[in-house]
T-cell receptor
């Protein structure tokens, strides 16, 4: 079956702009989590969605938001981009939560200039 | 808050040899899950092995096995018969049964040398 698909793979944006990243989970998976990966901070949890509801949220400012659609596809949005938002954004899907382990996408590399 | 510590930023091993990656974690909870993920240069995180804290038996997956010491809060990964394709970043991760926030360590960069 198809894996977790994240689009786009690469993105370059200017400070102050906003960006939307997309994630299509494995078919049948209802939980989607987002992580930010940077060399300095490592992997940090952004939020998790399950059946269109945000179930858990990490310690990120309100500029970071997300949503999940009825087909389990998820989007995350970052508004008013800052240079520090440059990172690899990873999406992970699971059936109902990460206890069985996540399946990750290949990520979106966001560069803010 | 749960924290995960990987004290070895980088390691190397000769092909066909065995290597052990260390991981410790801090939690006050009794039931949780532990994971090792591999991230090759392709960027995609791949689940290597998973351990349920309430199970005494150490998990194994082919050449990969763990040494889970619950009292010591230690969760090391042993890779036997190392292969060139094992070259990657390895992340140890913790997940409480009470939420879906998986906490990762800083990672260990493993290089397998021919």
């Amino acid at each position: 079956k198809a894996g977790v698909t994240q689009t786009p793979r690469y993105l370059i944006k200017t400070r102050g702009q906003q960006v939307t990243l997309s994630c299509s989970p494995i078919s049948g998976h209802r939980s989607v989590s987002w992580y930010q990966q940077t060399p300095g901070q490592g992997l940090q949890f952004l939020f998790e969605y399950f059946s269109e509801t945000q179930r858990n949220k990490g310690n990120f400012p309100g500029r970071f938001s997300g949503r999940q659609f009825s087909n389990s596809r998820s989007e995350m949005n970052v508004s008013t981009l800052e240079l520090g938002d440059s990172a690899l954004y990873l999406c992970a899907s699971s059936l109902e939560g990460g206890f069985g382990g996540y399946t990750f996408g290949s990520g979106t590399r966001l560069t803010v200039v | 808050a749960q924290t995960v510590t990987q004290s070895q930023p980088e390691m190397s091993v000769q092909e066909a040899e065995t290597v052990t990656l260390s991981c410790t974690y801090d939690t006050s909870e009794n039931n949780y899950y532990l994971f090792w993920y591999k991230q090759p240069p392709s960027r995609q995180m791949i689940l290597v092995i998973r351990q349920e804290a309430y199970k005494q038996q150490n998990a194994t997956e082919n050449r990969f096995s763990v040494n889970f010491q619950k009292a010591a809060k230690s969760f090391s990964l042993k890779i036997s018969d190392s292969q060139l394709g094992d070259t990657a970043m390895y992340f140890c991760a913790f997940m409480s049964i009470n939420n879906n926030d998986m906490r990762f360590g800083a990672g260990t960069r493993l290089t397998v040398k021919p």
